[in-house]
């Protein structure tokens, strides 16, 4: 079962060609994951920072960041 990394890689390959949609759904999965939790993080970090802006207002002495 050993092989040199010029076979392993061919085999990759044949196996990424026979398998398609295996292959798009595991990296269009991988991708969404990635931009959903890069999303969540962004839209988490926005908002922090509009609620320390809007509570900033009403006075200096009550927001503790």
Known sequence: MTGTLKDVFRQLL???RAEKLRTFLTVFGIVWGTVAISLM??????LHKH??????????RIVIA
Do not use: E
Request: proline share 0%.
């Open 14 to 16: 044949r196996d990424l």
């Open 41 to 46: 993080l962004a839209f988490g970090n926005g």
């Open 51 to 60: 609620l320390i802006y809007t509570t900033a207002a009403l006075g200096d």
